[in-house]
Structures are given as C-alpha cells and as structure tokens.
C-alpha cells in the first residue's frame, strides 16, 4: 500500500472541512480524504498539495487553482480575506466604502458575494457592479465612487483553473497617487494579519442584506470619461477593425467605447466574444502567448482589417496585431508601449515603465521635453508615478488616462490606439511607419524574453543565487560590463529581486521571479542606432541576430 496520508496533514483536512461554509468543497475534501485512506496515492497527493499551506496573501492578493482547500481559491479562503480587509478598514476608518467587482470565472459570483456579506456585516459600506465587468471599470469605479477599497475577483490572463482576488486602496486609505491603485507594502502584511487572526467562520458575521448593487449608469461613466480624456483626435479614414475579447467580459465595453469613439466598422470574434469560464478555444486565456490571436487574425484577413485590437479575459491588457505584405505581425508589448508614449509625449508629461520594459521610452522622453521614470514590475507600482502621464509595462499592460483608470486599462488603451489608426490612415500611413521612424529618430531596441517554468518552486531561488555568484561573463559576445542587484534598491527604487546585466555593446537583461506565476522571467534587449543614410533593414537584422546570440546565453545561464 502507498505511504498513506500523514496525520498533521489529515488533521488540517477534517479541521478545514469542519469550518468550510460550501457543501461542495466540503463534500470534495471528505472524497479525497476517503480515498486517501484508503490507499489512493493521488488523492493523498492531491490533499498534501491542497494542504501545502494558506494560499498567500499579497501585493498580487490571491491568486490560484479553484477548489477545495487551504492552498485553493474557495469561499472559505476568500470570506477570509474579505474579513481580513474589512478589520483592517474598519480598523481606521469610520464606515469604510468598498466597491466590489467580478469577472466571469468559475468561482467569481459566490466570492463577489461572499465578499459583499463579510464587509458589510464587518461595518463596510458595500458597493457590488451590477454584473461581470472589466477590472479597468473597477478600478475606476474606486476613484469615482471615492471609495476606501476596492476588491476585483478575477485571475486576469491566467489559466482556466486559476481565479484571484485584487484589493485597491482609495479615498482615506490612500493618497492622490495611490487612490484606485492595487495595494503595495506595508499594507499587503498589514491585511495578511488581519486575515491570519480570522476565527473559525463558522462564527463570522455574514450579512443576507444591506449591500448596494449599483445601476449601469457607473459603466456609462466609465466610458464617458475614457473618451473625454482621449479625446476624438485628428479626422480620418475610419479603420476596420477586428476585436476579440478572448472570452472574457470586455466584449460589450470595448464595443460601445469604440462605437462612442466613431469606430463603427468593427468586426468581432464570435466564437470569443461571450464569457466563457472554459476559454474552450485557448490553451491560455492571454493574447501574448502563440496562437492566441490566430482566429482574430484569420477573421481580421478575410475583411480586411486596418488593426487587430485583443483584450484578456478581465480587459485590463491589450494587443495589437497590423497587416503587413507578408500577413498579420502582432506588436510586441514594448513597440505598443513605445507607440503610445510618443503619442502622449509633451513637454513636463511624464512617461514611465517598470524596469524590465523597454529603454525605449526614455529615449522618447529625452527627445520631447518628457519626464521619464523607471518603477518596479507592476502596475501597483508604475501607477504610483508622481504626475504621471502614460505609463506601461512590457506584458502588454497600458496606463493612457491615469486621471479615470490609474490602473492598466485595456479598454482604453484600445481606444487610443483606434484613434491613432485614423490619423494615420488619413496620412497613408501605418503603425508600421510609426515604428520605423521611432527607430530611425531614436535607434533600433529589439526585445525578447526568456521564460524558465519550473515545478519545483525551488529552482527560482537557486537559480537566482548562481546567477549572483557566477553572472555571465559575456551575452551575444559582448562583454558584461556591469551586473547591478535589484535588491539592493538600484534606481531610487524599492528593493526586489532581481538582478540587471548590461554589455559593451549596450545590451541589457533583467532576471526577476515571476510574482504571479512558477517561473523565472528574463527581459533581453540589445540597442542599435540607425546613423542617416543607413538601411533600416540592414540595422534590423544586425540586431535580431545580436539578440538571437543573446537569448541562446541566457538560456544557457538559466538552465
């Protein structure tokens, strides 16, 4: 027979089961646990990972596999969390205003509405949307409701599995920069506590009522306010577009802000365009990753399309996909992030981008009279910028109206970039030849990244200690000139972990953990100025086979 299951362990299951508020998790458990004793080395497997400890609490929230447990995302877990922030609320502030959003994952209703009746009963005033809605219409919804807090439910791009739960701070619980902005240290400790000392919930106060389900009148606000803050822009061509919304809940948004913006030329993915918490046509609900935009493409080549405009599942990324001779070529976060800056680009704006995006920006900055800054990876972070104007992050993340969402929007980025497709169109122009005369103006950045998975969360931190003790001596032959810690606060910033490689020839990398996800994430970028007279192509080339080199030593330090 299997080693069978350990008695800590299985004390914690029966413990859990005993507290757990759902029939069904409880039912799951008592299965698995039956099984278990009885032989079943997956089901004592199973339990042992369930039971691996509390899924953490952090500057993410949660984040994780759907199911029963304490290493899941439940309603047990999350009626912890919900009671959790409202202690830490109520704790400071007299009748605190939380506005609480969903997407349309497995999961998302009960914990939106497990959410509602813990902080209410907790003494929060509770303000639920009215339906499954983008998380850029949360966080907006923060700042214009002058809310305290803000919870959305969502897992974003992740898995079908996954579901998570984001906290933002606002009102008297944050500063102007801060105000509808994800939560950062010391706060996520401070909640975290407040969740930790959560008695069994058995005995937690649970409200049937007193919540207020707000009207769709905040939607219509929310696209209200994107529109007057990007503006119509120059007349044009209207371009044909093609939408996906990757089944996610961005569909009827992104539609009526194009539609309010005079972009009536829109053709939608079908088989994308409703939520559907299976995502049954991607192996990952996130444009970026291959094949993604495949159906959007094909659909954008039968009509034609001016642009591809995808959003993820929760609408707060967005990706862009143009005709080219050769077929569809999809931007990369950083061209994107690059474009928009230049669009935003005034002198005293400020322009930033985490660290691991492209050096680009600052180079656009210099060049229009622009602020540029450099903040930590995340939104949390970038939208902390003082004054901050456009910011963005290489995963395809995009600030355009910091006054109205000071989150990424995918929403809104679209829109922008909608906008910005018209005026072009109407010079004969393409976003294409916006990006050969950036590179021409400011030099040839090409970036890439490598991606190291791992199953055994212990890889990372190994990995990153070699990486300190031995770095490369060399990327794409070149020489490694500096090798710079992110722990130790480079920058002005924050200590992270991280570590920033830079080469003679101007090629730089950034290794960091991923904070969502098990893997080890390395951001390459080798720069190429493009003297005049001197073909662009030629320059290109040189550079994707600069980065090509260093890709290869990259992988092979990471391995």
């Not at 409880?26 to 080395?41: C, D, F, H, K, V």
């Not at 069994?200 to 803050?229: H, K, M, N, Q, S």
């Not at 970026?288 to 642009?307: N, Y």
Request: glycine share 10%; aromatic share 4%.
């Amino acid at each position: 027979m299997d080693a069978p299951l350990n008695d800590r362990v299985g004390s914690l299951v029966e413990a859990w089961i005993a507290d757990d508020p759902d029939d069904r998790d409880r039912a799951e458990l008592q299965t698995l646990l039956e099984a278990s004793r009885a032989g079943s080395a997956t089901a004592t497997a199973e339990l042992q990972d369930r039971f691996s400890g509390p899924l953490e609490f952090g500057t993410a929230g949660l984040r994780g596999r759907v199911g029963a447990g304490q290493h899941r995302m439940n309603r047990a877990v999350v009626q912890r969390a919900a009671a959790g922030l409202g202690a830490w609320l109520t704790g400071r502030f007299e009748r605190p205003r939380v506005v609480v959003g969903l997407d349309a994952r497995n999961g998302s209703r009960e914990f939106a509405d497990d959410s509602a009746a813990v902080l209410t009963a907790a003494g929060c005033e509770v303000l639920l949307l009215p339906r499954p809605l983008p998380t850029p219409v949360l966080a907006f919804a923060v700042r214009h409701l002058a809310a305290d807090a803000g919870v959305m439910v969502t897992a974003s791009h992740n898995p079908a599995a996954d579901n998570g739960y984001k906290v933002y701070l606002g009102g008297r619980a944050s500063g102007p920069e801060g105000r509808g902005v994800q939560i950062v240290p010391p706060v996520d400790a401070e909640i975290a506590e407040q969740i930790a000392a959560v008695g069994p919930l058995r005995d937690l106060p649970r409200a049937a009522e007193g919540w207020t389900v707000l009207g769709d009148d905040v939607v219509a606000d929310y696209l209200a306010a994107i529109g007057a803050a990007i503006g119509a822009g120059a007349p044009g061509r209207a371009p044909r577009i093609v939408v996906t919304a990757m089944h996610g809940v961005g569909g009827p948004v992104l539609l009526e802000a194009l539609r309010r913006g005079g972009f009536t030329d829109v053709h939608s993915v079908a088989e994308q365009a409703d939520p559907d918490p299976a995502f049954p046509t991607v192996p990952f609900p996130n444009p970026e990753e291959p094949g993604a935009l495949d159906r959007a493409v094909a659909l954008a080549q039968r009509v034609g399309a001016d642009v591809v405009l995808a959003v993820d599942p929760d609408a707060d990324r967005c990706c862009v996909a143009v005709p080219t001779p050769d077929g569809f070529r999809q931007l990369t976060g950083d061209e994107l992030g690059r474009l928009l800056g230049q669009e935003l680009a005034t002198p005293g704006a400020v322009l930033a981008c985490s660290v691991v995006s492209s050096q680009a920006l600052r180079r656009v900055a210099a060049r229009t009279g622009a602020r540029f800054a450099s903040a930590l990876t995340g939104f949390k972070w970038i939208a902390r910028v003082p004054g901050l104007t456009f910011g963005y992050e290489e995963a395809i993340g995009y600030c355009v109206a910091p006054e109205v969402v000071r989150d990424k929007d995918g929403i809104s980025a679209s829109l922008l970039v909608a906008t910005v497709v018209r005026r072009e169109l109407a010079a004969g122009r393409t976003l294409l030849d916006v990006l050969d005369v950036l590179d021409r103006t400011d030099g040839v950045h090409l970036t890439a990244p490598v991606t190291v998975r791992v199953d055994d969360l212990a890889v990372i931190p190994a990995t990153m200690a070699r990486l300190r003790a031995e770095p490369p001596a060399a990327l794409g032959g070149s020489p490694v000139t500096t090798t710079e810690d992110l722990a130790d606060g480079l920058d002005g910033l924050p200590p992270t972990d991280g570590l920033r490689f830079r080469t003679a020839d101007g090629t730089r990398v950034v290794v960091r953990p991923s904070g969502t996800e098990p893997k080890l994430k390395c951001y390459c970028e080798v720069v190429a100025d493009v003297p005049e007279g001197t073909d662009l192509t030629v320059v290109r080339a040189g550079a994707r086979e600069r980065l090509d080199a260093v890709l290869a030593d990259v992988r092979a330090a990471t391995a």
